[in-house]
């Protein structure tokens, strides 16, 4: 009887992660173009929506519905698991937080609900430390206790060539979306308890790069840190800035992933995102 952790596609877990933990189930996000709905991860990714957005298909996203996870967290417990640890999207930008804690009131306390306050890896690297915790042997509020450690040591920065697409989807508001244009600019973002907010503002893609780096050296710290590069239509701009962060962490880095976020994320921010997620080991 163990524990085990569920999360929702939105975590762009890279795979190699994803594939060592066994008692990890990653959930679809609802994509819709044009009205019509897909599952992230399982018939739509980061490439189609790249295409879709270019194309000036109309490109949506949903929370997962509470009865969806009802069932899964039906089925985990069914087969064995001793309680289930719900790690998602930061509840400041999906309701699937709100739906996993429907869901999981009528599991008579097998169920935690987490909430990541935090995108892509963001999201990921607290369900790995969940994770990882349980296979340890850790009980569920233990092992829901690893996730919210992770949280406090994760940070996420990232930079978009326009806000366009985060002020259609609601994430950030039309007044910051208008100056940023107006200017010419182009935004850095972080995710701090869990919303979306401009940090900086910078005149190239390259400058946005730079940037990107120094923030993520001044929130590690002096300590020993994983990492990942997101990005959507934009490996080149990735691994730059993978390459770049080698060079500043040396020896402190145990290890960088650089992945394409899925249709989720790259709905409402756009091709050319490139982000930086940033776990502090203890």
Same mark, same amino acid.
Request: glycine share 14%; hydrophobic share 45%.
């Given at each position: ?96 937080? $709100? /739906?996993?804690?429907? @869901?999981? !009131? #009528? ?6 609900? =987490?909430?990541? +306050? &935090? %995108? ?92 990107? $780096? /120094?923030?993520?050296? @001044?929130? !590690? #710290? ?6 990942? =590069?997101?990005? +959507? &239509? %934009? ?48």
């Amino acid at each position: 009887m163990t524990v085990v952790v569920v999360t929702d596609s939105t975590s762009a877990l890279p795979e190699p992660l994803r594939a060592a933990r066994s008692g990890l189930t990653v959930l679809g996000i609802p994509v819709l173009v044009d009205g019509v709905e897909y599952r992230e991860g399982e018939d739509i990714g980061g490439e189609v929506i790249v295409r879709a957005i270019r194309e000036g298909h109309e490109v949506t996203t949903s929370g997962l519905p509470p009865e969806e996870l009802r069932a899964t967290y039906t089925r985990l417990l069914d087969e064995g698991a001793s309680g289930i640890v719900s790690v998602h999207l930061s509840g400041r930008l999906s309701g699937t937080v $709100a /739906a996993a804690e429907a @869901a999981a !009131a #009528g599991f008579g306390g097998r169920v935690a609900v =987490v909430d990541s +306050l &935090g %995108a892509g890896m963001g999201v990921g690297y607290p369900a790995l430390a969940a994770a990882e915790a349980a296979e340890k042997g850790s009980e569920l509020l233990a092992a829901a206790a690893a996730a919210q450690s992770a949280i406090g040591r994760t940070s996420t920065y990232f930079y978009l060539d326009t806000l366009e697409y985060l002020r259609r989807g609601g994430r950030i508001s039309a007044a910051r979306a208008i100056v940023g244009t107006a200017l010419s600019v182009k935004p850095i973002l972080g995710v701090e308890d869990g919303r979306i907010d401009v940090v900086e503002k910078v005149r190239t893609p390259t400058r946005g790069l730079q940037r990107l $780096a /120094a923030l993520a050296v @001044a929130d !590690a #710290g002096e300590a020993e840190v994983e990492m990942t =590069v997101h990005h +959507l &239509g %934009a490996e080149r701009r990735a691994e730059a800035l993978a390459g770049w962060l080698g060079e500043q962490f040396e020896g402190r880095l145990r290890r960088i992933d650089v992945t394409e976020v899925g249709a989720a994320v790259g709905a409402h921010c756009g091709p050319g995102l490139v982000g930086v997620v940033t776990r502090r080991l203890p």
